[in-house]
């Protein structure tokens, strides 16, 4: 079964708490944090401090995404405030390799993102030292946009890269997921979806999630 990761950037933040019990108390796997700084990306969310609230309301795992430049200022917060893998994305990094080695140094699972129109081999040389690609099915910065239809493409040369170099690691699928796309996802070779809008704006959280976990 896949790994179920709802997106708090959908979250009710005035509520956070009751958020991370209906979390907590459904089938998702992983949180989703998308930290964003205004610059990498156009929009700001939210940081280290509001993660470390929400670490003392869950005992699941903490999946950070940095949408942000000069990631390797904040590894350490991010590490401190709960994080358990840090992703960061190859177009912000000009040291990506020197990043991914500070990430394990503090303790944490790497991950890479990249965007929509960065091809899958930029990865070929970084993908045995992490643990995690994270493959942007929409341009980053904001939730419930519309699934872009050629990373079902990217999905499936990743997988081959992946397989045929006989490693672990995960492909997350961020932006845009549905119950409807997922099988689709999951068949060309993703093992984590993201879902943000599809989780927090569903009328049954729990129940969409368990869906879900049941696209394969
Ligand atoms: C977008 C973020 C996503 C976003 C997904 O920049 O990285 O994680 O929250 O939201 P949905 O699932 O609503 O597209
Ligand atoms: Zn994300």
Redesign the pocket.
């Known amino acids: 079964m896949p790994i179920i990761a709802p997106?708090l950037?959908?979250a009710d933040f005035l509520n956070l708490q009751s958020e991370c019990t209906m979390l907590n108390e459904s089938e998702a796997d992983w949180y989703?944090l998308?930290v964003?700084d205004g610059r990498f990306?156009p929009n700001i969310s939210f940081g280290p401090m509001v993660i470390e609230f929400m670490r003392k309301a869950s005992t699941k795992t903490f999946d950070v995404?940095l949408?942000i430049l000069e990631p390797e200022k904040y590894a350490e917060q991010f590490k401190n405030a709960g994080a358990d893998i840090l992703t960061v994305h190859i177009e912000a990094c000009t040291h990506l390799h020197r990043n991914i080695q500070q990430i394990r140094s503090l303790g944490m699972r790497p991950g890479v993102a990249i965007n929509p129109h960065t091809p899958v081999s930029a990865l070929s040389d970084i993908l045995h030292d992490i643990d995690l690609v994270c493959l942007?099915s929409?341009n980053?910065?904001?939730?419930?946009?519309k699934f872009i239809p050629f990373t079902l493409e990217k999905i499936k040369q990743l997988r081959k890269m992946i397989d045929e170099k006989g490693l672990q690691v995960h492909i997350e699928i961020?932006?845009?997921?549905t119950v409807e796309n997922a099988p689709s996802i999951l068949a060309a070779g993703a093992d984590v979806l993201?879902?943000?809008?599809?989780v927090f704006k569903s009328a049954d959280p729990i129940g969409t999630i368990a869906q879900l976990k049941r696209c394969g």
């Open positions: 997106s950037l959908a989703h998308d964003m990306v995404h949408m942007m929409v980053p910065g904001f939730g419930g946009q961020d932006g845009g997921v993201v879902a943000g809008n599809t």
